[in-house]
């Protein structure tokens, strides 16, 4: 009867030291904002969702930003030089260190032929890959011992209005969605050469019928099935869900549900979406694109209930938000979400209800002019 009951008391204090060491680590989080030419890092409080100043970096050009996969470097999109006079500043990317404490050191800056719109780095830690939204390419870009330093392994050239690029999780896919053709692209991806070629099909279709959303935007893998959820930018905005042949590299979709708010005469365009880390909920950002030049619309967060067993989504509300959410994010605990409003130049602070999903706006600061990237990570391992 006392082994039992050891075990058992074992046992429990092994999950009390895990959940100890969970909260630990999501309470030492970091939140990265790119923002009128400058790259600023914020510590988040665990309990309040507020967030402290923690470095300020200039950064003329600031924009996307990706991470690796063990958090110790960061990647960001930026000018590379001032240029010539008269002419624009040429593109490049940028290699940070992460300090234990989530601050950033510059290694590197090196060119690229081509700006892109987003970037990510594949599971191994070795590429990165950007969409390029009006000569329709993605470009795969090599890291030597995590730096970028200019070496271009591959441009691929597709349709216009690539939107975004993201590696499977197995790292042997490239899937670029696309606007304009209203398709997913699907490559191949080998990670011993950070090349890729179509795959056979080589693009999946969106939704085509006039009651649903299209042209997908930007993509996310459920990281536990075998689906993908996509933004559906226009015509009818929204989200679509799709079944994902990881062995194969296919998606078909199976789900598509409209955001437009009902009743609203202007254009709504939808933007970026996130999951919850216990995939209860999934959240779209819906842009009021009406008048880009007014500082305040018809702006939301989507909520979303996730089905555990199949992956399909229930639409739980809109939430009103800063204007022209073009980037968000979402705390790795969980807890709360912040919203980059592209067009008012604030940042918004919400409490996610851990039972519902609703969001409880609950701080606002200002940001410099057109914040278009957000990004939050866990500082990395010491």
Request: net charge positive; hydrophobic share 35%.
């Amino acid at each position: 009867m006392k082994t039992p009951r050891l075990l058992f008391l074992l046992l429990t204090l092994l999950l009390s030291f895990s959940t100890l060491g969970a909260e630990l680590m999501a309470a030492d989080q970091n939140l990265y904002l790119s923002a009128g030419d400058k790259l600023s890092v914020f510590r988040i409080d665990d309990d309040s969702g507020k967030l402290a100043p923690l470095q300020e970096l200039d950064l003329p050009g600031a924009g996307p930003m990706t991470a690796s996969p063990d958090k110790n470097f960061l990647y960001v999109t930026a000018n590379q030089s001032s240029g010539a006079k008269g002419k624009k500043p040429g593109a490049g990317l940028v290699t940070f260190r992460v300090g234990p404490d989530g601050k950033l050191k510059q290694l590197a800056i090196g060119p690229v032929n081509l700006r892109p719109g987003y970037l990510k780095s594949d599971a191994g830690g070795n590429y990165l890959a950007g969409n390029h939204y009006g000569p329709g390419k993605i470009t795969l870009w090599k890291l030597e011992d995590h730096v970028y330093r200019g070496q271009t392994v591959q441009e691929v050239e597709l349709e216009q209005k690539a939107h975004s690029s993201v590696f499977s999780p197995n790292n042997n896919f490239l899937l670029v969605p696309a606007t304009g053709p209203n398709k997913v692209f699907q490559l191949r991806f080998d990670p011993s050469t950070g090349q890729a070629k179509p795959n056979d099909p080589p693009f999946a279709q969106g939704p085509q019928g006039d009651k649903e959303a299209r042209q997908p935007r930007h993509l996310i893998f459920h990281p536990s099935k075998n689906i993908v959820y996509t933004t559906n930018e226009r015509e009818l905005p929204g989200v679509g869900v799709w079944s994902w042949n990881p062995n194969k590299g296919n998606l078909k979709t199976i789900q598509n549900i409209p955001t437009h708010p009902k009743g609203f005469k202007g254009t709504i365009t939808t933007a970026d979406l996130h999951l919850t880390p216990n995939q209860k909920f999934l959240y779209v950002s819906n842009r009021d694109t009406t008048d880009r030049k007014s500082v305040t619309g018809e702006d939301s967060i989507v909520a979303f209930s996730v089905n555990p067993g199949n992956g399909r989504l229930t639409k739980l509300g809109h939430f009103p938000c800063e204007h022209v959410p073009r980037s968000f994010v979402i705390g790795k605990n969980g807890r709360f979400l912040f919203v980059a409003g592209q067009s008012d130049n604030r940042l918004g602070t919400y409490r996610i209800n851990p039972a519902n999903g609703a969001l409880e706006k609950i701080g606002q600061q200002e940001t410099g002019a057109r914040p278009i990237w957000v990004h939050c990570m866990n500082p990395p391992a010491p």
